[in-house]
């Protein structure tokens, strides 16, 4: 069964904290993609990376930035925690031979709270 | 400009009734559509796609959605509601010309015993 695997699905933090995001897909696609959803703005996109080391933003980069030296793994870092970065984070990845049809694979997201 | 709209924020429907969540998008040549399910703290779970070949699209869970270019929608519905469906529905287009993958509002649908 193919798999987006996020470490962490509940986090809080304090206000100022470094927080790490992680993501491991496990059907060797070439993107990757960081998405946050929240009440009454649907899913938004953060960074997308389309290969290893490589990245783009999305829509909503600022006070977010990623990371993605394997394949498998694409993280995403919040350099300095806040309030209004509480959410849910959810992490897709889908191959690029397909790009018009090839659908998402999510996985199961990460709620957190910054307080 | 490219964009998904999903008519009605929330649907709440009987047990055992037809569901019906619309989605509109803006006209292009050959969208590729999309339609996912989320429940509450889950991800996305994808329940059928549209990639111009048959127009009507048979899911997961007894869903199924039809293309219609005329109408530039892909509707999606259920002939028998059930408990289990109550979740947060995604129409997804991605346009050819962009490959950008563009997400509809959401739609809550409610399952009332």
């Known amino acids: 069964d193919v798999k987006v695997t996020q470490s962490s699905r509940y986090l809080v933090k304090r206000t100022g904290e470094k927080v790490f995001l992680e993501c491991v897909q496990d059907?060797?696609?070439?993107?990757m993609f960081w998405y946050r959803q929240d009440p009454g703005l649907g899913l938004r996109l953060i960074y997308f990376?389309?290969?290893?080391?490589?990245?783009e933003k999305g829509d909503i980069p600022e006070g977010y930035s990623v990371s993605r030296e394997k394949k498998e793994r694409f993280s995403l870092i919040l350099e300095s925690a806040s309030t209004n970065q509480t959410s849910m984070y959810l992490c897709a990845s889908r191959s690029s031979g397909s790009l018009l049809t090839g659908e998402l694979f999510f996985g199961e997201g990460s709620r957190l709270t910054v307080l | 400009a490219q964009s998904v709209t999903q008519l009605d924020s929330h649907v709440s429907v009987s047990e055992g009734t037809p569901v019906l969540l619309r989605c509109n998008y803006s006209s292009s040549y050959s969208p590729s559509l999309f339609w996912y399910v989320q429940h509450p703290n889950k991800g996305l779970q994808l329940l059928l796609k549209?990639?111009?070949?048959?127009?009507l699209v048979k899911g997961i869970n007894g869903f199924e959605a039809e293309f219609k270019k005329s109408e530039t929608s892909f509707h999606l519905t259920k002939p028998s509601a059930h408990m289990s469906d109550a979740a947060e529905y995604f129409c997804?287009?991605?346009?050819?010309?962009?490959?950008?993958?563009?997400f509809g509002s959401g739609t809550r649908l409610s399952i009332r015993p």
């Open positions: 990376s389309y290969d290893v080391k490589m990245k």
């Open positions: 997804v287009v991605i346009y050819s010309s962009a490959s950008k993958i563009i």
């Open positions: 059907m060797d696609h070439e993107n």
């Open positions: 549209y990639t111009s070949a048959a127009t």
